[in-house]
């Protein structure tokens, strides 16, 4: 009887692999998230552009990806949702790289919008996952312990290679790449700064993720995450002090990318440079912030007194 339970299960193991390989994330997004509808923009793609320097942005229409290059391989930042793996990879090219150069992956936060590729991208590549600890076990199941929106998978498992902490130096080739742990919008949520010299000048470049509030996130009655609100108020505040002259950010919305970016003229490093509409808006989500936790304090002091 062991024999032939031995056998069944060698014969069913290949169905099941492939199965799992064929699921459909996208898909399964409706059970995950009843109600949700994917905006229109994060399907679109986008023509790949040059930022500064060895960074470029090789994402789509609002979901961003960043590839900085280098002699000795190529470091690549966020993915988009399932399947941009082929706007990625064609982006890549058209710019005169190889996806297969990609040496080390990156995400700024483990929502499914931003790393539901890295996985495929890993077993394509080759490329070593990196991420700060808190972001590892979440980026490991798929966003099942995600304390916002998990419970279930939202997007495939990707194995962490390294874990990095705040102020840690990624060095590949010439790239010496820093980590900034800005937590709040998720618990491991990252930035990675570089200097980038062009023409004389050198620029604090900013790959900025933003402390956004998704909605339904709770900062002090029945917290998304204990210490979520010290959290985000940890990151404005050093963001705001941080030296910054050229920034964008995980969705082109969130930096006025297309405020900024005209593909009809020539290359110039000062597209991007806008030292004071980083403060700004770090500031504006930190009013934004300070008004919820004020609707959340009045609610916790009406259920007291109820």
């Known amino acids: 009887m062991a024999y032939l339970l031995a056998i069944a299960l060698t014969l069913l193991a290949p169905a099941v692999a492939q199965a799992s390989e064929t699921v459909s994330y996208n898909d399964k997004l409706k059970e995950a998230l009843p109600g949700f509808e994917m905006p229109a923009a994060w399907l679109r793609s986008h023509p790949p552009f040059r930022v500064v320097g060895n960074v470029y942005g090789v994402g789509g229409f609002d979901l961003a990806t960043y590839l900085i290059t280098s002699s000795e391989g190529h470091i690549l930042i966020n993915t988009g949702i399932e399947g941009s793996i082929d706007d990625i990879s064609a982006n890549i090219d058209a710019l005169?790289?190889?996806?297969?150069?990609?040496?080390?992956?990156?995400?700024?936060?483990?929502?499914?919008?931003?790393?539901?590729d890295l996985a495929r991208i890993k077993e394509e590549t080759g490329a070593k996952m990196y991420a700060t600890a808190p972001d590892v076990?979440?980026?490991?199941?798929?966003?099942?312990?995600?304390?916002?929106?998990?419970?279930?998978?939202?997007f495939r498992p990707i194995?962490?290679?390294?874990?990095?902490?705040?102020?840690?130096?990624?060095?590949?080739?010439?790239?010496?790449?820093?980590?900034?742990?800005?937590?709040?919008?998720?618990?491991?949520?990252?930035?990675?700064?570089?200097?980038?010299?062009?023409?004389?000048?050198?620029?604090?470049?900013?790959?900025?993720?933003?402390?956004?509030?998704?909605?339904?996130?709770?900062?002090?009655?029945?917290?998304?995450y204990p210490g979520v609100s010290e959290d985000f108020a940890t990151t404005?505040?050093?963001?705001?002090?941080?030296?910054?002259d050229i920034w964008v950010a995980a969705h082109k919305s969130q930096y006025g990318f297309y405020y900024k970016y005209d593909r009809s003229k020539p290359y110039s490093p000062e597209t991007f440079a806008d030292p004071e509409g980083f403060v700004e808006?770090?500031?504006?989500?930190?009013?934004?912030?300070?008004?919820q936790l004020q609707q959340e304090a009045k609610e916790r002091e009406a259920a007291v007194s109820n």
């Open 96 to 116: 005169g790289y190889d996806i297969a150069d990609v040496k080390i992956l990156l995400s700024m936060q483990s929502h499914f919008d931003h790393t539901a």
């Open 137 to 154: 076990r979440v980026l490991e199941d798929g966003g099942f312990s995600d304390p916002h929106f998990g419970g279930l998978e939202t």
């Open 159 to 224: 194995k962490v290679d390294r874990v990095v902490r705040d102020g840690e130096v990624i060095e590949l080739g010439d790239i010496k790449l820093t980590v900034h742990y800005h937590p709040g919008h998720t618990e491991g949520s990252s930035s990675y700064g570089m200097k980038v010299q062009e023409n004389g000048k050198t620029y604090n470049v900013l790959i900025a993720n933003m402390g956004t509030i998704n909605p339904g996130k709770k900062l002090l009655v029945e917290p998304t």
């Open 236 to 244: 404005y505040r050093t963001q705001k002090a941080m030296p910054v």
């Open 281 to 291: 808006a770090v500031t504006k989500l930190e009013a934004m912030y300070r008004v």
